[in-house]
C-alpha cells in the first residue's frame, strides 16, 4: 500500500516491493536457521551415532529414505533389505517376491476399505450420508531378466458397494492400470532411467502423490541426489474397463527437478522446481520452486520444514504466491512412547481478486498432504474431514499420540482453521457446502487415526474425524461433519 505522506514515486515502489518479498525472506531466514541448528545438533551428537551405526535398527521405524526417491520396485519394492517398515501407507505400490517363473516373481494385496460421512452439507436436516465398501485385489509382476532391466505391472481392482446413500450415484467397478514402468539401472553406477506411468511421492506428500505417466532419470552419489521428469496424468487411459476416453480437467504437462542432500542419520534437505503446462486449456502456467526439509533436531525431537514459492500466469493474471508448513514433534523415553506435536501451515491468498496478479499459493494438484507424527499409520495432516489444499489458508495444529506397543498408535489431533483473506471458496474441501465470505474463522477439526501392524502382513488403520464449522459459515455453524473410515490391508509376497 503507499502512503499519504511525502513520498516520492520511487521510494513508494520500493516499499512496496519490499513488503510483497518480505515472505519470501521469512520463509529463506526459517530454512537457512533450521539447516544450521540441524547441522550444530548433528557435529554434537556424531559420536554417539557412530556408536550406535552398528546396531538393528527398530522395525517400526521408516526407512532413511527422505526426499524425493526414484522408485525401484525389484524384490523388495525398493525399500530397504533390512527389517524395516514403512508406516502404513494405503497407496504404496505392493512387492513381488514370490518366483512363479525364470526372472518372473509375483506379488500384491487384497484390501477392504470401509467410509462413511454424514452432514458434509453442514445442514441441520437429515443431511446427505454415504457410506461406502470396497473390496480392492491388487497383484504385481516384477520381471527382471538381468541387472540391468526391471519391468513392473500392478492392475488393480476395485468393486465399490453403497452400504447408504441418499442421493443416487452409480458405483462402478474399475480395472485400473495403476502401475507398469520399465527401469533402466547398472548401466551407469549410481543411476537409473524409468519409463512409463510411475509413482511419485515425497516424505510428506506435499507436492507428489500420485500415479503418473512419466519418463524420470534418477542419480544418486554417496548422500546426494538428484531427480528430472517429465509427466502428464493419464496420459494413457487408466481404467481399462471404459471405452471414451478419460477426460483429465487440468491436463498439465509437468517439468520437474529435484536435488536432495541427506546429513546426519535421517536428516535431509531438498531443492525442488516445478514447472506446468496446462496443455488442453493452455491457460495456466504456475512454476513452483522451493525447499523441504524434516529429520531430527535432537534424539527425540523430530522436525519437518515445506516452504515454496509460486509463479508464472494464469488466464492473464501473474502468480505470485508463497506458502510455508513447519512443526515439531517431541517424543518422551516412557512408557507407551507418548509424543507432542505442533505445526503451522500457511499459504497465502488474494486480496483483489479484480486486479491482474493472483497471490494466492496453489499446490500441484497432485498432492497427498499425509504423513505420520510419531505413529505406524499416515493420515491427512490438514484435516481427514476438511481436506483442505494449502491456498489461501492458515492451519494451526496440535496432536498427542502414544505406542501402547510397537506396531500400535494413537494419535489424536487438533486443527484450527483461518483464512488468509475471507473468500466463498476453501480449495480442495471436501464439504459439500461453501463459506459465505463474510469471516476468515473457518472452523476447527478433530481427528483420532489408530494404526496397528502387529500381524505379519496385515495392516490395519481406522479414522474417526469431526468438523466444527466456524463463522465462516454463520448460517449453519452449529451444525458439523463426521466422517469414520477403516482399511484392511493383507499384502502376500
Known sequence: MMCANTVTFTRAIRLRHMNRNTPIRLIMLVAVLTLWLANIVQA?????????????????????????????????NGLSSSPLVEPFDPNAPPRATIPIGPDLFVGGYTSLEGETNRHYDLSSTFGKADSTLTPIFAPAFAYEPNQYLQLYVNPVLEIPIAVEEIEDKSQTTELNMNLAFLTVKNVVPGARLQVGRQRFIDSRRWLFNENMDAIRLGYQYEQFSVELSVSQLNLVQRNLLRREAEEDEEGFVNYYAYADYKFGKKNHIGLFALYQDQQRLGTAQPITFGLQSSGRLFDNLKYWLQTAAVRGSDGGQRIRGEAIDVGLTQVFDRAWEPSVTIGYAYGTGDSNPNDNVDSRFRQSGFQGNSDKLNGVARFKYYGEVLDPRLTNLMVFTGGVGIKPLSKTSFDLVYHYYLQDHASKRIGGSDLDTDPTGLSKHIGSEVDLVVGYQGIPHLQTKFVLGYFFPGKAFNDTWHDGAFLASFLLRYNFY
Open 44 to 76: 554434537e551428537t556424531k559420536p554417539v551415532e557412530e556408536t550406535t551405526n552398528s546396531l538393528p535398527s527398530p522395525s517400526n521405524e521408516p526407512p532413511s529414505t527422505n526426499g524425493l526417491l526414484l522408485p525401484t520396485y525389484s524384490h523388495a
